[in-house]
């Protein structure tokens, strides 16, 4: 059970990037998938949010710029991120919650973290 993201890279104020994240190992279309990233000076902060049924959420000044979404039959969650900033620098995780047993005990599964560089 595993979530694998990738994407980040170094771009241009102004720029774009997409970030993927692939599940396996769970029922990847049954649970909500999140971004979060750890920027420098703020700490690790909620990006945005895909539940399983494509509802999104936004936190901050993702909205407007940042798209999520999910394509359940390849198990992957992507940020699509425009007009990047220098503040939007910094490690992007994926992170979902999942239960594992009938009593519901959950599960946190996170990313390994994709670096995003926003640099002239």
């Known amino acids: 059970v595993q979530l694998q993201a990738s994407g980040g890279g170094l771009v241009q104020p102004g720029g774009s990037l997409r970030l993927s994240c692939v599940a396996s190992?769970?029922?990847?279309?049954?649970?909500?998938m999140s971004w979060l990233r750890q920027t420098q000076g703020k700490g690790l902060e909620r990006v945005a949010d895909?539940?399983?049924?494509?509802?999104?959420a936004y936190v901050g000044s993702a909205k407007g710029r940042f798209a999520i979404s999910r394509d359940n039959a390849k198990n992957t969650v992507y940020l699509q991120m425009n007009d990047l900033k220098f503040e939007d620098t910094g490690v992007y995780y994926c992170?979902?919650?999942?239960?594992?047993?009938?009593?519901?005990?959950?599960?946190?599964?996170w990313g390994q973290g994709t670096r995003v560089t926003v640099s002239s």
């Open positions: 190992g769970y029922a990847f279309k049954n649970f909500a």
């Open positions: 992170h979902s919650s999942i239960v594992v047993n009938v009593e519901g005990s959950t599960v946190d599964l």
């Open positions: 895909i539940m399983n049924d494509d509802k999104t």
